[in-house]
Structures are given as C-alpha cells and as structure tokens.
C-alpha cells in the first residue's frame, strides 16, 4: 500500500491524498510523529482520517502511513483490571512512558507481552472444534475465568494443546482445519466497528439486580437489556452508572468514561480496589475493564471509545459471562461524530448532528442481548447495556435523547428538581419506564415474592394519586382533603422518603437486595393498609403520623441485609401501635 | 532566517487567509506586520493545500492585502516561565503590561496543555476552609476542584471570588499558595477591584495576572484561560504551590470563540455557539486538578455571567457538564438583600464527599447538609405554596418549615464580606436552626449525630 501525503489538516481531521488501496476504517499513521488515526471517508485516492492525537504541529506534504488493518481491539487474558483510552492504550503504560500528561505518538500494545498466564486445556488433542468452543481456560483474576475460545471462521480438530505458561502471543493449541494449521493464540483481534457473532438472541426474562431500590423494584433492567438515563448537569447520570458497576449482579462490568471527567475515573480507580462485591466478597475491581477519554483527551478518540468498549464487553459475553456495559456519556460519544461530521462539511441534520446519528445509536444498543452463544455448548451470555444522556438544559427533546429512547426499553428519568431537594436517585417515579417489567415477572414471582407486584402496583398507584392530590393541595390547601386522601399523601411522602431515597454515599443504604426491598416496601404498604382501617374506625391522619414506628420504618433503609428479621419484625409492630390508638377498635 | 509572505488573500472578521505557504503547521504561532511596522500575533486554524487560514488575537484591523507581512514562527503559542512571574501583570497572551522587564524564561510551555492522564490524577479531598457557611456547610469546595460562580450582570460574583481569594485555608496547614487570575473582557475597575484587595492583603507578591480588559482585543480572550492555566501548572506542578485560579468572565471567552466560528461559517450549535464548545471549555476546565506524587494543586474558580439569567444558556449549561459542581448566585436572593446571594438548592460540589467528614472536618457533617438541604428544600416548597394561598392554608409542620427557610437565608446564607466564618461556627449554626424541629423530622441524620449535637442544641435553644 502507498504512503499518502497530507493536503489539509482542520483539528481533528487530516485529509491525505495518494491514499490508493487503503479501505474505510482502516488505521493510518500520520505524518513521522506517527499519530494513530482512522480513515472515516474515501474519495478515490483521497481519505478522509479522524486522528486520535493533537493534531498540532502537523502540517500540509507530511506523509500518512496505511496499515491495512481496520481499527482493532486485542482480546485476551490481562484486560480485567485495567485502564485504557478511546483507542485501548493502557493509562497505567502511557503514564510509565510518558509522565503525568498524555504526549503523543506513544504505541502501546493493549495487552502486555511479557506476562506469562498459566493456560489449562479444556479439549484434547484429535477433538473436533468449531468456533466458540472453550480451548482452556486462564484464571485471570480470582472473579474471572478467562475462556480462550476457538475464534470465529476456524474450524477443525485440534492437532496439539498443552497446559503450561504462556505469553499472549505464545501458540497454545494448533487446529487442522483440513486447508492447512491455524495457530491459535491466547491474543485475537476484532474490528471494533463489528458485532462479534453469536448463534440467536434470547428474550430477557432474567432481572439484572442493581442493588437500587427505585431501579430493582420499580424500573427493571434485564440481563442483556439496554436502558438509558437522560438527565440535566449535576442530577446524577454519574453516580447511578457508578451504582451500577458496584453493585449490579453481572459478572464482568465495562466501564467507558466517554468524554467526561478525569476525576470521576479516578474515583473508580481508588473505589473498585477496595468495594468487595456483596456475592462474592472479592474486590469489585477483579471483574472490572474501564476505558476512560475524558473530556479534554482527543475527540476522535472518544468517538472511538464507546465501539473499544462495547467490543470487549461481547467478547466476554461469548465466554458465557452476564456482562454490563455503561458508557457515560453518549451524548459526548455523539458531540464528537458531530464535530468530525462537521469538518467532513456533511450535510446537518438536527441540532447540526449527522444524518446517521440514529442509525448509529441504534446500531450501538443493538449490540445488547441475551444470547446463545458459539460454539457446541450452546453457552447463554448477557450484555446489558445502560448509556447516560446529557442533553443540553436537560431538554428531553434533544435529538441525541430522541434517538436513544427510540431503541432502548428502560428510561430513567433523571430531573433537576429532585436534585436540587436532594432527592437521590433523582429518577422521576411518574414518568420513568421499563418495558422488561412483563419479562422478568416470571422470574420475580418464583425467586422473591409472589406478593411482589400487589405491593409494588400499590406503591406506584399511591404515588401517582399523591401526585393529583397536590394539585388539588395547590389550589385549595390540605384542608379540603378527605382523611383517606389525607392518608395517601402521608403515605406516599413515605415511599418516596424512606423508600425511593437512597442515599450512595452512605455504606449500608447504598446496596439493598432485592428481598430487603421486597419487605422494605411491603412494612410501608402494610401501614397503609392499617392505617385506612384505623381511619375507617375513627382515627385521624395526625395520630397517625405521630406513632413511634414511623420512625422505625424511616431507618429500615440502614439497617444491614444481615439483620433482615429487624426489619420484618416491624410489620407486627405497625399493628400493634395502630390498634392501640384510641378511638380505634379492633 | 523565515520566510516572509505577502500573499494575504482574504480578511473577514478576525480571520486571515494567506496563500502559496509552504510548510505550515496547523496550531502554528505566526506574526503580522502591518504596514507602519506594527506587529499582530495570529495563529493557524486550517492548512489546505497552500492556504493558511488565521485567526489575529489583536484583530484584522488596519491590516491590508498588498503590504502586510506573515511570518510562520515554527512553533505553537507559548508562555515564558520562572519564579519571577509571581507579583507580575501579563496581557493575555502572556506579555508583560506592568512595565517591568521580560520574563528570563526557565521554561517555555505551549499554552494548549497536555491532558492530565487520568492514571496519574489524585483526587482531591482536602477540604478548603473559604469561611463562608453557603459553600463551606453545604458545597464544600476541595484542592484540585473546579468550582464555577454562575452569576449574573450586576450581581457580586467578583466580591464572593475575592472573599475566597482571602480566606481560603487548608485547616492545620501553612503551605506554599499562589493565585492566578485570569480577566477576560471584564473592566479595568472590575480588575482594579481585585488588585486593590490582594495589595490590601499583602497577597499582591504571590498573584500573577492576565489581563484582557472590555476594550482589549477580543479574540486575544482565546489565549488568556490558556496562558493563566499555564502558569498555573508551573506553579503547582514543577513549584509545587497550591494555586487558585480565578477566571473572569467565562462568558466573553466563549463570546470570542463563537466569532470566529461564525466568521469560518461553520454550522453553528445552540444559540450560535460551536458544537465543540463542549470540549473546548473542557481543554480549559479539565487542567484542574491534583496529581499523583505532586504536591501542588489547581483550584479552579471559573467565574460567569449567565446571559439572561438563564442557567440552560450554553455556557452555563456546558459548563456545568464539566466543572464539579457549581455556586449559582440568584437575583431575586439579592433583592431580598440576602447576601452573598448564594441560590444553594441548584448549587452543588460533587466533590464534597471525600473532602468531608471525621478528621477533615467533621463525622456529622455529611448527615447535617443533607438534612438541611431537605429541610430548606420543603420549607421553599410551603413558601411557594402559602404565596398562592396564604399561610394559613399550610399545616403546622409546613408552617414550620417555612419558618425554618426564612431563618436559614437570614442567618445561614447571610454573613458578611469580612466574616470569616469556622467550619465548627457553620456546622454549629445548622444545627441550631435544625433544631426547631422535633428530631423524628430529621430522617437523614444518623442517630448517633442525634444523640450528639441534637439534644445539645435542642436545651441550647431553650
Ligand atoms: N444516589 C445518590 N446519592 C447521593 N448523592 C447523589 C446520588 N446521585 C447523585 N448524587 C449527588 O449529585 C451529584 C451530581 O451527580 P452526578 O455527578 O452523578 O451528576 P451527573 O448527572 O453525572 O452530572 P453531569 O452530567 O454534569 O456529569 C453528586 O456529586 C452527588 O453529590
Ligand atoms: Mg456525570
């Protein structure tokens, strides 16, 4: 292939001409600093290169360097625990080579070469193989199987495999496909910008537990779900995607922070080491991959970012993993093909985004699913996969949250007024959805309760009336309120405080199991539902709110998963207190 | 020796197009002269094929297409560094204007940075002690944060950033400290204001200024965030000081760089502005910060007034993605003569939690904002509520919470432009207020702070 030479150089895009024989998304190397970038346009001889590095200095006649090869991840034992850019360059490396500021032209190698894993076969020599098939298998982190599959297209017997130490790009087994030997080595490659292959899509029947009152009990999602959440600066995209890597039941977590801030990585950084999951009791970061650009790293990178991420998020789905992906944020993912779509002189479509805005948005969700993965085990994997919205003024009509919402199945509602009340998660409970609720039924009714949905639809029909009822409040005062009408609102103030809120920071409300929510909820609606009888005997709302158990259930939410009989014994205790008041008779 | 072109083609706005170049670098630093002699900074926005677009930091002025001569000087902008530059008024592109000598440099930096590896960032959790109960009880500002005023013309942002300037302290600490201050289109009396305060605190020696005035070259603002930023990272990262940097006014920076996108046609984002003004303010905001190993710090304070009031203008907007949190300041808060009229509900330090607490400042003071905030939040709601249908309407425990809020803005957010508040006093005080309330109101505060400073303040009151 020909070296090219540069004619134009506008920020982030390079055009070079004399560009014969390469393809689009090829990676170039441009100019003798050797800058990474992608061709994301062809015009005969003429391409088109988003580059992933400042593109200061550069210059029109300097050379650009095909490669031949499409924009690749590598894959393979050494990614769990680590930090890498847009472009799967390890931070940690970078910072080795290079200081505390990111310089360019460093080339750094995903994975390391020198680390030797040890490696046991899972088949034996003369088995037949076909892709998907486990080879063996390296224990990567105390959380972590790696399973070294048979990539995809190769097919055969194996003519030898042996357990041992090996290097990323030491041979470990040969397969005979019958047209001559493949190596297989423990590092394989795959375009980022295509879906990895897996036999057929399963419907998402199972709930993925996140530990977040509002999300488990009100707005599910499921393993291998795609949901969303759109909300204005400072209402809490961050923190809930941060929730999530904790303390959602998946086993390996992607964290991609794309076009955000430094600090926030740096947060998980010193976090996940010490977080042990509630499961298994180990460090949350040894099932950990992050990929952090952050807002000030190069744009293109970050357009980048979110494909390196979901790319390794497949490839552990294909081990059979439950894996979660959440990529903060999309919209600077979108910003940043807006701004080379921009330089390219495209054709705008709304708010000056790309035409294809939607279609790539789509394309990305689509990459979710529960599947049947390759190979003759017929393995099932997740990917789930939760993106964070920022649309400018929190304006939800922004085309970035237009074209989200078109394909995704959950939407947190995230809403400047709880924030600003310190109403956290600020998830809007009227207005937020989940279209996995009819999925995951089954499976709620069998492993928590099968009470579980009369107490949750009671619960959201009670705050949907308060709702009204504050209207009505607004325009003629409390009084004019029956007692009964009096009791929802007191009832609903107790949902959303001693329920819906939970705070992130504090060390037990941050994690609720799903069975503590389940009686968490069900003390408060048992309360309800005395209550109406005590009032239908003659009690009034203000003793009511006057009992000494309303503290109790105010505190259930600290209360710590191993002292879960404390929170049930509550529920006697609301009887009792509520038959004692006077006036009542039991 | 460089090459000299003559081949000025095209002038509109602030922007310069020269022809048959050879050799030009995008970013590159390049030099006008003009025809009496005088000499212009530009820089270079686009290469293509032998064309050369510029933007001129002091404007296209007087600059015409036959005799204007361009010099490619080979390098991006960069700023001269030594000790020296302490107790120094530079113009915005980094030029002494105070009359003294040139800056010997020790080094010289391109004033666009590096990206902080996010590897190699520390977070910041040393809590900043600025003596005012509005930011130190409830948005608690740590070293490395970067924390903008949202303001409005007319409102005292630059009263409140002095303030700071002032009374910030690192609690039990003595340490090397600097401010950096960055003006950009504001006026000599706004700049004067803080001058005047830093010679009256003797603080004059550890500040360095970039000043672009209202009647100083527009598009110069596009260098001056990027000069004061480097300065600060000399001073933090190669002095190890602790720097506060004060940028003032944000909102004309971005004003500067929506004309020169107008002026390349480029599609225009919201309101006019470009679409990466996103990342732009980021390359700018994101150079706060703490690193690894090193001891000095950027505390970053933006300052900006929101066109209209309008906190969903793009600058505010986009700012508010970037920075840690935000000071919004309220109109209506300083008509009540609530004063600094912080507006503390929208406001908000996202770094706050692990600057806070035992052995920083205190155990219950994570509990206490939250429980104020709920508390001042409700009793805003009941005020909302008893505008439209009197205070009567209310019941008991709203009418107290309506109480609650008008003493909170009164005693809590008040205090003067002198009064150094401790955070023991404004800790101390919210639990006073709170404790008008029966405790089982206080559902977010842990028993045990209950048990400790309730009951105390509970008799207190009494
Ligand atoms: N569940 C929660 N519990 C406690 N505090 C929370 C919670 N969610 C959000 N917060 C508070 O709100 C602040 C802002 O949240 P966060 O950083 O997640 O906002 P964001 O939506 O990601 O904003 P941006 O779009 O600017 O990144 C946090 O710093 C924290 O103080
Ligand atoms: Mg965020």
Known sequence: MKEGRIIRVSGPLVVAEGMKGSRMYDVVYVSDKKLMGEIIELKGEIASIQVYEETGGIGVGEPVYPTGAPLSVELGPGLIESIYDGVQRPLDKIREMAGDFITRGIHIPGLDREKKWKFSPKVKEGEAVEPGDILGVVQETVLVEHRILVPPGIKGKVVDISEGEYTVEDVVCRIDTGAGVEEIKMLQKWPVRIPRPYVKKLAPEIPMFTGQRIIDTFFPVSKGGTACIPGPFGSGKTVTQHQLAKWSDAEIIVYIGCGERGNEMTDVLIEFPELVDPKSGEPLMKRTVLIANTSNMPVAAREASVYTGITIAEYFRDMGYSVALMADSTSRWAEAMREISGRLEEMPGEEGYPAYLGSRVASFYERAGRVVCLGKEQREGSLSVIGAVSPPGGDLSDPVVQATLRVVKVFWSLEARLAYARHFPAINWLTSYSLYTDNVKDYMLTNVAEDFYDIQGQAMKLLEQEAELEEIVRLVGLEALSMKDQLVLLVARMIREDFLHQNAFHEVDTYTSIKKQYIMLKNIIHFYEESLHAIEKGAGVSELSGLPVLERIARMKFVPEDRMDEIESIRDEITKEISSLQGVNV | ?462
Not at chain 2, 83 to 96: H, S, T
Request: net charge negative; charged share 30%; with cysteine.
């Open chain 2, 1 to 462: 020796m460089k090459v000299e072109y003559r081949t000025v083609n095209d002038i509109a706005g602030p922007l310069m197009l020269v022809e048959e170049v050879e050799a030009v670098k995008y970013g590159e630093l390049v030099e006008i002269i003009l025809p009496d002699g005088s000499k212009r900074n530009g820089q270079v926005l686009e290469v293509h094929h032998d064309r050369a677009l510029i933007q001129v930091f002091e404007g296209t002025q007087g600059i015409d297409i036959p005799e204007t001569k361009v010099v490619f000087r080979g390098k991006g902008i960069e700023l001269s560094l030594s000790p020296d530059i302490l107790g120094r008024v530079f113009n915005g592109l980094g030029e002494p204007i105070d009359g003294g000598p040139e800056i010997i440099p020790v080094v010289k930096r391109d004033i666009n940075g590096a990206p902080i590896n996010p590897y190699a960032r520390e977070y910041p959790n040393e809590f900043i002690q600025t003596g005012i109960s509005a930011i130190d009880g409830l948005n608690p500002l740590v070293r490395g944060q970067k924390l903008p005023f949202f303001s409005g013309s007319g409102l005292p942002h630059n009263r409140l950033a002095a303030q700071v300037a002032r009374q910030a302290k690192v609690l039990g600490k003595e340490e090397k400290f600097a401010v950096v201050f960055g003006a950009m289109g504001i006026t000599f009396e706004e700049a004067n204001f803080f001058m005047e305060d830093f010679r009256r605190t003797g603080a004059l020696e550890r500040v360095v200024m970039f000043l672009n005035l209202a009647n100083d070259p527009a598009i110069e603002r596009i260098a001056t965030p990027r000069t004061a930023l480097t300065a600060a990272e000399y001073l933090a990262f190669d002095l190890e000081m602790h720097v506060l940097v004060i940028l003032t006014d944000m909102t004309n920076y971005c004003e500067a760089l929506r004309e020169i996108s107008a002026a390349r046609k480029e599609v225009p984002g919201r309101r006019g502005y470009p679409g990466y003004l996103y990342t732009d303010l980021a390359t700018i905001y994101e150079r706060a910060g703490r690193i690894k190993g090193k001891k000095g710090s950027i505390t970053l304070i933006p300052v900006l007034t929101m066109p209209e009031d309008d906190k969903t203008h793009p600058i505010p907007d986009l700012t508010g993605y970037i920075t840690e949190g935000q000071i919004i300041f309220s109109r209506s808060l300083h008509r009540k003569k609530v004063s600094p009229p912080i507006d503390v509900l929208p406001s908000l330090s996202r770094l706050k939690d692990k600057g806070i607490g035992k052995g920083k400042t205190r155990e219950d003071h994570a509990d206490l904002y939250n429980q104020l905030y709920a508390a001042y939040a409700r009793g805003k709601e009941a005020e909302e509520l008893s505008v439209i249908l009197g205070e009567a309407a209310l019941s008991d425990m709203d009418k107290l919470y309506l109480e609650f809020s008008r003493k909170f803005e009164e005693r809590y957010i008040t205090q003067g432009e002198y009064e150094d508040r401790s955070i023991e006093d404004t800790l101390n005080l919210g639990w006073e207020l709170l404790s008008m309330f029966p405790r089982t109101e206080l559902k977010r505060i842990r028993e045990e702070y209950l048990n400790k400073y309730y009951e105390k303040f509970k008799k207190g009151e009494r």
